[in-house]
T-cell receptor, first 113, second 112 residues
């Protein structure tokens, strides 16, 4: 069964600090991996989409990495801000279509003063 | 830019009642999806559509129905509501099958 596991489940960091969120997956065949940010009470918003050939992809202070061999991805947040407080969801696509997406349960990040 | 609009945002239903969650997108996307999000679980696909007049079941379709008469609208119908349908429902659209998903703000449904 296709699975996406995220760690940690939750994380609290001080404003200005960096953090890294992890995603391990067993989805096969692999097409792409996505990271979404979901603010409390809002819909998910796309941060990055990475294909098999992409190792690193940045979006402002967010940098995602992908190791397709070990089936691992990470999302690194640099110089965190209070507005980064949200859930971060890792999503893996099987076969390319959005009807074949497997969602992780997310990492809840809280950035404090 | 409205993007994907869902109504209502909140609704309480009694067991056995029926209702329709509305979803409209103004980006001319062919692909539209309905997901449910339960606490501690990843989003689960209920139904999806690849264009007007075409719909298909996702992972958890039981108890739901959809229609797609226009490119813009993709309503989700709940028949005979059950407590197990208490959840947050998200509508999403995508320009292509492999593309980025654009989500609505969600509809929180409670069945008592």
């Amino acid at each position: 069964k296709n699975q996406v596991e995220q760690s940690p489940q939750s994380l609290i960091i001080l404003e200005g600090k960096n953090c890294t969120l992890q995603c391990n997956y067993t989805v096969s065949p692999f097409s792409n991996l996505r990271w979404y940010k979901q603010d409390t009470g809002r819909g998910p918003v796309s941060l990055t989409i990475m294909t098999f050939s992409e190792n690193t992809k940045s979006n402002g202070r967010y940098t995602a990495t992908l190791d397709a061999d070990t089936k691992q991805s990470s999302l690194h947040i640099t110089a965190s801000q209070l507005s980064d407080s949200a859930s971060y969801i890792c999503v893996v696509s099987e076969g390319g279509t959005a009807s074949k997406l497997t969602f992780g349960t997310g990492t809840r990040l809280q950035v404090t003063l | 830019n409205a993007g994907v609009t869902q109504t209502p945002k909140f609704r309480i239903l009694k067991i056995g009642q029926s209702m329709t969650l509305q979803c409209t997108q103004d980006m001319n996307h062919n692909y539209m999806y309905w997901y449910r999000q339960d606490p501690g679980m990843g989003l689960k696909l209920i139904y999806y559509s690849v264009g007007a007049g075409i719909t298909d079941k996702g992972e958890v379709p039981n108890g739901y129905n959809v229609s797609r008469s226009t490119t813009e609208d993709f309503p989700l119908r709940l028949e005979l509501a059950a407590p197990s349908q208490t959840s947050v429902y998200f509508c999403a659209s995508s320009p292509i099958s492999t593309g980025e998903l654009f989500f609505g703000e969600g509809s929180r449904l409670t069945v008592l």
